[in-house]
């Protein structure tokens, strides 16, 4: 069964920094694209960031790149998204994706998500 | 990176049929059969119903259907039910720099 499992949101002051993982299960990871996507409270779907599955290939939207990284530790079955210069709009839940066989470009399955409160 | 347009809401009765469109550009819709569909119910995580335009992964209802002409994208639900009500989202690849945009979502209510 896949299974995917995020941690490290909080609190964090505008302009703080923050990492969120995901540890994954129930696939081969390494041969998969991951991708984080966000939803503000009471709003839509934003895609952040994707990785490809040798972890070579990032993509980032453009309200993130310079700030947010995403990675990946493939021997530890982890995605990453390292937060820095954390700002307001930036609060929001965040969802691991897994890519589909064919690709990066849908996401199969989804973690239960972290919210990310940026606030003082 | 401009969100996929979709109604904000619809609404359909039980048995019935219903339509949610997803209108995009000659640079993302258009131009890629990479088109996919998620259902979420309030409080949970988004749930893939649609890839690639037209294919249903398993496990997910033959009720779901989808399709696409030129920009625009539609995802179509047949026989509604009761645990159809939820938000649903379109997704489409839009190249190699804004990679993919969500559309901002549309409520489905059954009535």
């Known amino acids: 069964e896949v299974q995917l499992l995020e941690s490290g949101g909080g609190l964090v002051q505008p302009g703080g920094s923050l990492r969120l993982s995901c540890a994954a299960s129930?696939?081969?990871?390494?041969?998969?694209?991951m991708t984080w996507v966000r939803q503000a409270p009471g709003t839509g779907l934003e895609w952040v960031s994707t990785?490809?599955?040798?972890?070579?290939?990032?993509y980032s939207a453009d309200s993130v790149k310079g700030r947010f990284t995403i990675s990946r530790d493939n021997s530890k079955d982890t995605l990453y998204l390292q937060m820095n210069s954390l700002r307001a709009e930036d609060t929001a839940v965040y969802y691991c994706?897994?890519?589909?066989?064919?690709?990066?470009?849908?996401?199969?399955?989804w973690g239960q998500g972290t919210l990310v409160t940026v606030s003082s | 990176q401009s969100a996929l347009t979709q109604p904000a809401s619809v609404s359909g009765s039980p048995g019935q049929s219903i339509t949610i469109s997803c209108t995009g550009t000659?640079?993302?819709?258009?131009?890629?059969?990479?088109v996919s569909w998620y259902q979420q119910h309030p409080g949970k995580a988004p749930k893939l119903m649609i890839s690639?335009?037209?294919k249903r992964p398993s496990g997910v209802s033959n009720r779901f259907s989808g399709s696409k002409s030129g920009n625009t994208a539609s995802l179509t639900i047949s026989g509604l039910q009761a645990e159809d009500e939820a938000d649903y989202y379109c997704?489409?690849?839009?190249?190699?720099?804004?990679?993919?945009?969500f559309g901002g979502g549309t409520k489905l209510t059954v009535l």
């Open positions: 994706a897994k890519g589909t066989v064919v690709g990066t470009r849908a996401f199969d399955y």
């Open positions: 129930g696939f081969t990871f390494s041969n998969y694209g």
């Open positions: 990785i490809s599955g040798s972890g070579k290939g990032i």
């Open positions: 000659s640079s993302d819709v258009g131009n890629y059969n990479f």
């Open positions: 690639e335009v037209t």
């Open positions: 997704c489409s690849h839009a190249g190699r720099t804004t990679f993919v945009v």
